[in-house]
């Protein structure tokens, strides 16, 4: 466990590097996930870890603080509901839209990937039914840890039977030892790269669907709002924002509306009615 | 309440899979092997079976095969639970009719999310 002053340092240094927000209650939980991060720097205890990071001048020790803080909870077709709006109407009508242009697609947060692989496969199975789907899906995270785990397409016995139908499972994957490694043709239809959500994502071009669930519980009111404000940006007029189920959007947010977990932009005419 | 029948020779996984579903809202029932689940469905068909696929007296798979002959065996959900993780099995069980499958070992969650996934809750 942290004391207070622990604390508040981590939740300091943490906030500037992520956003994210480390408050008393997950100090339990983020000692434990410290733990082996400073046993592998050679540090007795995550105190000692804590105060080496406070005289080291590099900041490399409070980078890899945050890097093991980041948000890693997921699972394949997490929120069952919203991947089956995602393949029922908002892909097939961001398809219409696009005509033989590609559909871009951003998962937002990916940690270890297991959402943008989702999407992969529905991407899959409609080529399989005919349909001519051009797509490009890209997958951010900050933690080059969380990327590296994604990017290998490894996954253990758990993961793989939290959220994915044995039937996905045996067509899109295959037994690697002890673990299962998703096909290459899936691999290959994601791209992996590190970013930030604390900069604006405009370098990586506009999107027609941005995966955004359970990312913005992360932060406080003040940085959800600055986060989602950023993405929002790079929302194609008719584009969709895809929250968690139960997530709402930050209080005065008035860019866009929710509906069942959906988020799209107002248009201007309605904004300026209002 | 609606019943699911718990089909395995280890008496600790079924008192561990009886815990997990009754907080699912299951009604349970116990088979040690194949034959005393075929006896029990033969009794009454439940709307679920958590099933083992290595037994003795009468195997997972040999139960599921002889399971679809019966009258009404076409209805129970059959979600196999079992340490066989070999693709070709998983592939064989599917075949014989198995509508979802599950790795041991297993914890509430898989349980939860594979009984949803075959469309149980």
């Given at each position: 466990?942290?004391?207070?002053?622990?604390?508040?340092l981590i939740?300091?240094?943490?906030?500037?590097?992520?956003?994210?927000?480390?408050?008393?209650?997950?100090?339990?939980?983020?000692?434990?996930?410290?733990?082996?991060?400073a046993?592998?720097?050679?540090?007795?205890?995550?105190?000692?870890?804590?105060?080496?990071?406070?005289?080291?001048?590099?900041?490399?020790?409070?980078?890899a603080?945050?890097?093991?803080?980041?948000?890693?909870?997921?699972?394949f077709?997490?929120?069952?509901?919203?991947f089956?709006?995602?393949?029922?109407?908002?892909?097939?009508?961001?398809?219409?839209?696009?005509?033989?242009?590609?559909?871009?697609?951003?998962?937002?947060?990916?940690?270890?990937?297991?959402?943008?692989?989702s999407?992969?496969?529905?991407v899959?199975?409609?080529?399989?039914?005919?349909?001519?789907?051009?797509v490009?899906?890209l997958?951010?995270?900050?933690?080059?840890?969380?990327l590296?785990?994604?990017?290998?397409?490894?996954?253990?016995?758990?993961?793989?039977?939290?959220?994915?139908?044995?039937?996905?499972?045996?067509?899109?994957?295959?037994?690697?030892?002890?673990?299962?490694?998703?096909?290459?043709?899936?691999?290959?239809?994601?791209?992996?790269?590190?970013?930030?959500?604390?900069?604006?994502?405009?370098?990586?071009?506009?999107?027609?669907?941005?995966?955004?669930?359970h990312?913005?519980t992360?932060?406080?009111q003040?940085?959800?709002?600055?986060?989602?404000?950023?993405?929002?940006d790079?929302?194609?007029p008719?584009?969709?924002?895809?929250?968690?189920?139960?997530e709402?959007?930050?209080?005065?947010f008035?860019?866009?509306?929710?509906?069942?977990?959906?988020?799209?932009?107002?248009?201007?005419a309605?904004?300026?009615?209002? | 309440?609606?019943?699911?029948?718990?089909v395995d020779?280890?008496r600790?996984?079924?008192?561990?899979?009886?815990?997990?579903?009754?907080?699912?809202?299951?009604?349970?029932?116990?088979?040690?092997?194949?034959?005393?689940?075929l006896?029990?469905?033969?009794?009454?068909?439940?709307?679920?079976?958590?099933?083992?696929?290595?037994?003795?007296?009468?195997?997972?798979?040999?139960?599921?095969?002889?399971?679809?002959?019966?009258?009404g065996?076409?209805?129970?959900?059959?979600?196999?639970?079992?340490?066989?993780?070999?693709?070709?099995?998983?592939?064989?069980?599917?075949?014989?009719?198995a509508?979802?499958?599950?790795?041991?070992?297993?914890?509430?969650?898989?349980?939860h999310?594979?009984f949803?996934?075959?469309g149980?809750?």
């Amino acid at each position: 466990m942290l004391n207070d002053a622990e604390h508040v340092l981590i939740a300091r240094e943490v906030k500037a590097r992520t956003g994210a927000l480390i408050t008393r209650e997950m100090c339990g939980s983020a000692s434990v996930r410290l733990q082996p991060l400073a046993r592998r720097e050679g540090f007795g205890s995550v105190p000692e870890l804590i105060a080496a990071a406070r005289i080291r001048p590099d900041g490399a020790l409070w980078n890899a603080i945050a890097d093991n803080l980041a948000q890693s909870e997921t699972r394949f077709f997490r929120d069952r509901q919203n991947f089956e709006q995602i393949r029922s109407t908002i892909l097939p009508e961001a398809m219409n839209r696009r005509g033989h242009e590609r559909v871009r697609i951003w998962s937002a947060g990916c940690a270890t990937g297991q959402e943008a692989y989702s999407i992969a496969m529905i991407v899959e199975e409609m080529r399989a039914e005919g349909r001519n789907a051009a797509v490009e899906i890209l997958a951010t995270d900050l933690s080059e840890r969380l990327l590296d785990k994604a990017r290998s397409g490894l996954y253990t016995q758990f993961e793989v039977q939290r959220g994915l139908p044995i039937r996905k499972l045996i067509a899109h994957f295959e037994k690697a030892g002890d673990l299962w490694r998703i096909s290459d043709r899936l691999r290959a239809s994601v791209r992996f790269e590190r970013h930030n959500l604390m900069q604006h994502p405009g370098q990586f071009g506009q999107f027609d669907i941005i995966i955004l669930a359970h990312v913005l519980t992360s932060f406080d009111q003040p940085t959800r709002a600055e986060v989602l404000e950023r993405v929002t940006d790079v929302l194609a007029p008719d584009g969709a924002i895809v929250l968690g189920l139960g997530e709402t959007l930050p209080e005065g947010f008035e860019a866009l509306t929710l509906e069942r977990g959906i988020a799209r932009k107002i248009k201007t005419a309605r904004v300026a009615a209002a | 309440m609606r019943r699911c029948l718990v089909v395995d020779d280890s008496r600790v996984i079924r008192k561990v899979a009886r815990r997990i579903l009754e907080d699912m809202r299951f009604e349970i029932e116990e088979a040690a092997d194949g034959l005393e689940a075929l006896q029990a469905c033969r009794r009454q068909m439940p709307e679920a079976i958590l099933l083992d696929w290595t037994m003795p007296v009468m195997s997972g798979i040999d139960f599921l095969k002889q399971l679809r002959q019966e009258p009404g065996g076409d209805k129970p959900t059959v979600v196999f639970c079992t340490t066989e993780n070999d693709v070709e099995r998983i592939a064989e069980a599917l075949k014989a009719g198995a509508d979802e499958y599950m790795m041991k070992p297993f914890d509430g969650d898989i349980l939860h999310s594979k009984f949803a996934e075959a469309g149980l809750i």
